[in-house]
């Protein structure tokens, strides 16, 4: 289930160039008004008898056609976290390129995070996990996970994988979806294993490279080619 409090976006990195939802060839392509949408209220929104329209015990993948942390969104961004604040009995699942503000507009209640915030962080190639990542492991989280994705490049995540919960892989969807190197995905598998954290190889991208050889495939296999390559180590956990 998904909640967009707010809609538009822009590029901020190289993971940016071939947005699926933003990038030239996408449907919202030049949509960069960042604006509320009609559903921003939708966590706290209730029937006639009093009760939440969204019950308990979900989880809400949060701004994921937009960004959390987008300047224009700072003044909304109150309302929201009063928003998750309110919704404890839900878990709020937050995905940003722009954790750099992730402390503009943060709630003075705080803390050393929400219980039902689950914080993920993108990081497309090396030279955004070393910007990024000792930002991110320097807030007060209380969970958090990384998201290589689209993944561009070999990543090195050992210095940073003692803060984090789990590791997110995916490779570029899209018309001119860059190539994922199969060889990348399973090295960030393997530091994933040694370092005892999960694991989920999400989607191959568009362009998947294998054994030498790059395969086109369909958006509607991304997915299940992922999951048919059984590599993901989830221990257990539910999915997001």
């Known amino acids: 289930m998904n909640w967009e409090p707010w809609t538009g976006c822009y590029p901020l ?4 160039k071939y947005c699926y939802f ?7 392509y030049g949509q960069n008004t960042i604006q509320k949408t009609d559903k921003f209220d939708w966590p706290v929104r209730t029937n006639t008898k009093g009760e939440y329209n969204i019950k308990g015990n979900k989880i809400l993948a949060t701004c994921f056609a937009t960004d959390f942390f987008l300047p224009e969104a700072d003044e909304w ?18 995905l940003t390129k722009r954790i750099d ?5 943060l709630p003075s209640d705080w803390g050393d995070g929400y219980d039902n915030v689950n914080l993920g962080c993108t990081v497309e190639n090396q030279e955004m996990a070393d910007y990024r990542l000792p930002l991110f492991l320097s807030y007060p989280i209380k ?8 993944l561009l490049g070999s990543i ?6 003692g803060g984090l919960e789990h590791v997110t892989v995916a490779g570029e969807a899209g018309r001119e979806g860059r190539v994922c190197d199969y060889d990348w995905v399973l ?23 294998r054994d030498g050889e790059v395969q ?23 999915l997001f």
């Open 13 to 16: 990195s190289d993971g940016c």
């Open 22 to 28: 933003y990038g030239p060839y996408a449907k919202r």
């Open 77 to 94: 961004r109150h309302e929201a976290w009063a928003m998750i604040r309110q919704r404890p009995d839900l878990e709020f699942l937050i």
């Open 101 to 105: 503000r992730f402390e503009v507009s």
């Open 143 to 150: 969970r958090r996970f990384a998201a290589c994705s689209p």
């Open 156 to 161: 090195n995540l050992r210095p940073y994988l």
């Open 187 to 209: 090295d960030i598998r393997e530091q994933c294993v040694q370092a005892g954290i999960t694991f989920w190889f999400k989607a191959t991208g568009s362009r998947f490279q």
């Open 216 to 238: 086109k495939v369909n958006p509607y296999q991304q997915g299940n080619l992922a999951k048919e390559l059984d590599i993901s180590v989830l221990n257990g956990k539910k």
